[in-house]
């Protein structure tokens, strides 16, 4: 099983463009999440996917949207990039919520110039 | 509302010494905690987790923490250290619920000298 798969693994952006995060699982999980991770800030919620066709907002959502695809696939778009947004993407699933665990995507390294 | 504390951004041990990463919660309901480890340039994985079973939970390497909910902690401990325990630790929290998010808290990196 590749588990949770994220592409690309890296990225370099200007300002300005937009690119879109791409995460799929195979796992049949429900709950999908994004996350970014920045030096001594840990990682922060973006936005999170209960179930299929749920979207909810996290505690960073400004300046990304997602798209729930369908149960396998969550993507994370940045319309417009800033460099405030360059850091270490990680996509997670779990099969529902509370106690269940996290599967982690391998990240993506963004930079913004 | 959720969170988690760690204390220590760093924590420096010996090879064969106790490790101690301290985690502080505040939670309005039963929280379910966890532990997890990220290695150097990968994504974090499981070390243990507590659901309201027994109040010690062992994990994986060795390790394991204690639910104590009077000091609303849940700190993660191993006997002795090893090499390949130098990685950074994340305590993270969640309760029940089909729209329950985990946060995160903001690490501890542990360095194991020899």
């Known amino acids: 099983n590749a588990g949770v798969t994220q592409t690309p693994k890296f990225q370099v952006l200007k300002t300005g463009q937009s690119m879109t995060l791409q995460c799929a699982q195979d796992m049949n999980h429900n709950s999908m999440y994004w996350y970014r991770q920045d030096p001594g800030m840990g990682l922060r919620l973006i936005y999170y996917s209960a179930s299929e066709g749920t979207t909810d907002k996290g505690e960073v959502p400004n300046g990304y949207n997602v798209s729930r695809l369908n149960k396998r696939e969550f993507s994370l778009r940045l319309e417009s990039a800033a460099p405030s947004q360059t850091s270490v993407y990680f996509c997670?699933?779990?099969?529902?919520?509370?106690?269940?665990?996290?599967?982690f995507g391998s990240g993506t390294q963004l930079s913004v110039l | 509302a959720q969170s988690v504390t760690q204390l220590g951004s760093h924590v420096s041990v010996s090879e064969g010494a106790l490790v101690l990463l301290r985690c502080n919660y505040s939670s309005s309901v039963p929280p379910y905690l966890f532990w997890y480890v990220q290695y150097p340039n990968q994504g974090l994985q499981l070390l243990l987790k507590?659901?309201?079973?027994?109040?010690l939970v062992k994990g994986i390497n060795g390790f394991e923490a204690e639910f104590k909910k009077s000091e609303t902690s849940f700190h993660l401990t191993k006997p002795s250290a090893h090499m390949s325990d130098a990685a950074e630790y994340f305590c993270a929290v969640s309760h029940t619920g089909t729209a329950s998010k985990l946060t995160f808290g903001t690490g501890t990196r542990l360095q194991v000298t020899l």
């Open positions: 997670a699933s779990r099969r529902t919520a509370g106690g269940e665990k996290l599967f």
């Open positions: 507590y659901t309201s079973a027994a109040t």
